[in-house]
């Protein structure tokens, strides 16, 4: 495996469920994030970890729970969403926080019903 | 608010022609500056990079940097239908999230054959 590799491709849940996105990085990266893309907005930063250490954002409701166990995986765990929540969700990483480009995955697209 | 504006088009332009993109950005203390492509129903890729004033050509792809007017620019060269594609500015910036690349909601490039 190369690259960054979410899973699942594809979730659809209710609005009591409690799931989980995963993100695996294969390219020895030092900082990942989670962002959220709608329709008709520009993609939107939720969380940053630099070396297993996040950045608290306040902004993103407590229904987002990131977890990054390792400098290679990074999850968010979801539960009681919304169906506004309904979005791709994408995973990214970078060498470190400043001055690299990011190397996305192929996101996942949730359905909240 | 930390923002990056990019006009949402969409931008037409003829096979071969020259297709321009323009990006603003907010914060006066950036210092790295990307362009990403997205074909629909895929993930950001990582295009052109930029760090000091001026132009920086790779292939048919220049980007163009002016950090006192705080602009950032793309030219496509010889423009082809499989450039069809919407074209994301994004700028290292501090944010309530942490340091990360903040994006703006994309211009969507169309090319004619």
């Known amino acids: 495996e190369t690259g960054v590799t979410q899973t699942p491709r594809h979730l659809v849940m209710g609005m009591t469920n409690k799931k989980s996105l995963k993100c695996e990085q294969h390219?020895?990266?030092?900082?990942m994030y989670w962002y959220k893309q709608s329709a008709k907005k520009p993609l939107e930063l939720m969380f940053v970890?630099?070396?297993?250490?996040?950045?608290e954002n306040n902004s993103v409701p407590s229904r987002f729970s990131p977890e990054c166990p390792n400098s290679s995986h990074l999850f968010l765990h979801l539960h009681t969403l919304q169906p506004e929540d309904s979005a791709l969700y994408l995973c990214a990483s970078s060498q470190e926080v400043f001055n690299y480009g990011y190397t996305f995955g192929s996101g996942t697209r949730l359905t909240v019903v | 608010q930390k923002e990056v504006e990019q006009n949402s088009g969409p931008l037409s332009v003829p096979e071969g022609a020259i297709a321009s993109l323009n990006c603003t950005y907010s914060?006066?203390?950036?210092?790295?500056f990307f362009w990403y492509r997205q074909y629909s129903g895929k993930s950001p890729e990582l295009i052109m990079s930029i760090y000091s004033n001026g132009d920086k050509e790779d292939g048919r792809f220049t980007a163009q940097l002016n950090k006192a007017s705080q602009y950032v620019s793309l030219l496509i060269r010889d423009s082809q239908p499989s450039d069809s594609a919407t074209y994301l500015c994004a700028v290292n910036m501090f944010n309530q999230a942490g340091t990360a690349l903040i994006f703006g909601k994309g211009t969507t490039l169309s090319v004619s054959s």
């Open positions: 970890y630099n070396f297993k250490e996040q950045t």
């Open positions: 914060d006066r203390g950036s210092q790295s």
């Open positions: 390219l020895g990266h030092n900082a």
